[in-house]
């Protein structure tokens, strides 16, 4: 007690996995459990939104070979590079964050298109 983490009737419970009620049925896993990872992975790729991944084209710090690999990988995604732009996209001048800018809103026309 006194640790502030909820507890249920079988112990702690995961921060990433609350019971909405405390009926238990045979598909939700146990309290404080989470499914294998492989069905993680498999549930998010079929659940996961488009996106967008952009890399600065002077990267120095992420490995964009690893970050293309990851993007293959993934439904529905589009990697972008950035040319001129260093590790911190957003924080470069306007010229190049408008690019990213400009990936984002046409990510979010293609989610939610605008309304006219």
Do not use: Y
Not at 70 to 97: C, F, N, Q, S, Y
């Amino acid at each position: 007690m006194g640790s502030g983490q909820p507890t249920g009737p079988d112990g702690p419970i995961s921060s990433t996995l609350r019971p909405r009620s405390t009926s238990r049925r045979a598909t939700q896993a146990p309290v404080g459990s989470s499914p294998p990872a492989n069905h993680q992975a498999r549930w998010a790729c079929k659940h996961l939104p488009p996106q967008r991944v952009a890399t600065a084209g002077e990267e120095q710090l992420v490995d964009s070979a690893a970050q293309e690999a990851v993007v293959h990988e993934l439904p529905d995604v589009r990697h972008i590079t950035i040319e001129g732009a260093k590790h911190e996209i957003l924080m470069e001048v306007d010229p190049i964050r408008n690019q990213f800018w400009e990936a984002f809103d046409q990510l979010i026309e293609r989610i939610v298109p605008a309304r006219v």
